[in-house]
């Protein structure tokens, strides 16, 4: 496999997006040796280690649609109000 997008999260685990395919592509997380892909599909990743406000560490995806989400702990998504 391979990685167009790579980010680390505050609980020591990684998330990347496919580099297979064109447009939004799936997000794989990595954690204690498995990887398991993780809901929703975008372009590219970024990661905050701030475990204060953040349990999991603010993982953000950007969207093809230049979207920008936030992955909940729960594993759901949040759509934040501004587009890049």
Known sequence: ???????AAAD?????ISNSGTGDRG????????WTQAP???VSLAGSLDTSSHSIGGIYILNAAEAIYYL??????????ANT
């Open 1 to 7: 496999g391979g990685a167009s997008s790579l980010t």
């Open 27 to 34: 997000i794989w997380h990595y954690l204690s040796g498995t």
């Open 72 to 81: 909940n702990i729960d594993g759901s998504f949040a759509q934040l109000p």
């Open 12 to 16: 020591s685990s990684h998330y990347v």
């Open 40 to 42: 929703g599909a975008g």
